[in-house]
């Protein structure tokens, strides 16, 4: 089987199960049925994002930072999300590992996210939000606004995380180059 089809399967089961809870969650009743589906959810969620950082090399990075002291991790974080280089020449080299690691994660994760996925799950989200606001359910009702503004800007979200992390390979790679 193709990632692709691999991937809309995913979704499509992610999509469903979540659609079961929901309305569960909306008809005001509980069963261990829906438990099990939440179960199921959260087990597929987190095959897939194994499965994305297998792709993308996040593993060997993850090994590699591990060996790392703390305040050297924290500083090859902060240069990647800045999209920056790192003060300490040293670190440049594994400041590209970690950007160019990072950059592939993310864009498995855009490629293999549909667009029509993310703006089903919004205006779903954005539906279930008015329907508990209605019926005077606020916090589950205001975390479904917040669910819906998370599916509709995650896109966004990586493209700004991709530009950053090629950022922070160009800055380094000179660095790495004045050595």
């Not at 979704?11 to 569960?24: D, E, H, M, R, S």
């Not at 049925?33 to 090399?57: C, D, E, H, P, Y």
């Not at 009702?141 to 530009?163: E, K």
Request: glycine share 8%; hydrophobic share 50%.
């Amino acid at each position: 089987m193709s990632d692709s089809l691999r991937m809309t399967f995913l979704n499509f089961i992610f999509a469903f199960l979540a659609f079961q809870v929901v309305v569960t969650v909306l008809e005001g009743s509980w069963s261990p049925r829906v438990g099990g589906g939440g179960l199921l959810v959260a087990a597929i969620v987190t095959a897939f994002a194994r499965w994305q950082q297998a792709k993308s090399g996040w593993d060997e990075w993850y090994r590699t930072a591990k060996t790392l002291p703390w305040r050297d991790r924290w500083q090859l974080y902060r240069a990647t999300a800045r999209g920056r280089a790192v003060s300490d020449p040293r670190l440049a080299p594994l400041a590209v590992q970690r950007a160019d690691r990072l950059s592939a994660l993310l864009k498995v994760g855009q490629r293999l996210n549909p667009r029509w996925l993310q703006v089903g799950s919004t205006v779903l989200f954005l539906v279930i939000g008015s329907v508990l606001l209605l019926r005077r359910e606020w916090v589950l009702g205001g975390i479904s606004f917040v669910l819906a503004l998370m599916s509709a800007f995650t896109s966004a979200l990586h493209q700004r995380g991709v530009r950053r992390a090629q950022r922070c390979i160009e800055a380094n790679r000179r660095l790495v180059n004045l050595k």
